[in-house]
């Protein structure tokens, strides 16, 4: 009898927690949707503030494991090895293919090689799962910039702009392309 109610109890535990997940995504969600409800009015620091912690949220996997790939794929973009950022953020995407940071990851260390195309379709595929990501939005635009197509990397920019209105990168970037898509003032 005593091994009969250890196993309800470990069978109710495991319920329990199966059913907290979907929960917890949804209030992370809840988080994420807040968060960006209080960047459109944001300035200043509060703004580098608020976009931190919608980033910060982007890289919860829910997964130890897949937060370490991210984490490490992340820390060889920084050390400028993209070969090796590319084979941890490939074991990510592989993982987990719904993690929309680790596409855009990958497309940041793509976009870093050189690799254009590449990043193209990690970014898609990020902003797929996740439409607000202004991180992807902003590596489409930088890589349209690269392509040639400044009218599609101003429309990028802009979308990143309606999300994050205070992303001053996003402007500066926006600057050099203002005279071909705008035209020239007389």
Same mark, same amino acid.
């Given at each position: ?64 494991a897949m937060d370490l ?39 940041? $260390?793509?976009? &870093?090689?050189?690799?254009?195309? @590449?990043?193209?379709?990690? +970014?898609? %595929? /990020? #902003? ?39 992303? $001053?990168?996003? &402007?500066?970037?926006?600057?050099? @392309?203002?005279?071909?898509? +705008?035209? %020239? /003032? #007389?």
């Amino acid at each position: 009898m005593k091994r009969f109610r250890t196993a309800i109890r470990r069978n109710v535990t495991t319920l329990a927690a199966l059913v907290a997940l979907p929960l917890a995504a949804a209030a992370e969600g809840d988080r994420v949707d807040t968060l960006f409800d209080k960047l459109q009015g944001a300035e200043g620091r509060e703004a580098a503030r608020l976009a931190g912690q919608i980033r910060a949220e982007w890289s919860k996997s829910g997964s130890a494991a897949m937060d370490l790939l991210l984490r490490r794929g992340k820390e060889a973009i920084e050390a400028e090895e993209f070969a090796k950022a590319v084979e941890h953020l490939t074991a990510l995407t592989d993982h987990a293919p719904e993690f929309a940071e680790g596409w855009a990851a990958r497309g940041l $260390a793509f976009y &870093r090689q050189g690799e254009y195309m @590449l990043a193209l379709a990690d +970014l898609e %595929r /990020a #902003l797929a799962l996740e439409p607000r990501h202004f991180g992807a939005l902003r590596g489409v635009g930088a890589v349209m910039q690269q392509l040639d197509r400044p009218e599609l990397a101003w429309r990028a920019y802009q979308e990143v702009l309606a999300l994050y209105p205070e992303n $001053a990168q996003v &402007r500066e970037a926006m600057e050099p @392309l203002e005279p071909e898509v +705008l035209g %020239r /003032a #007389l």
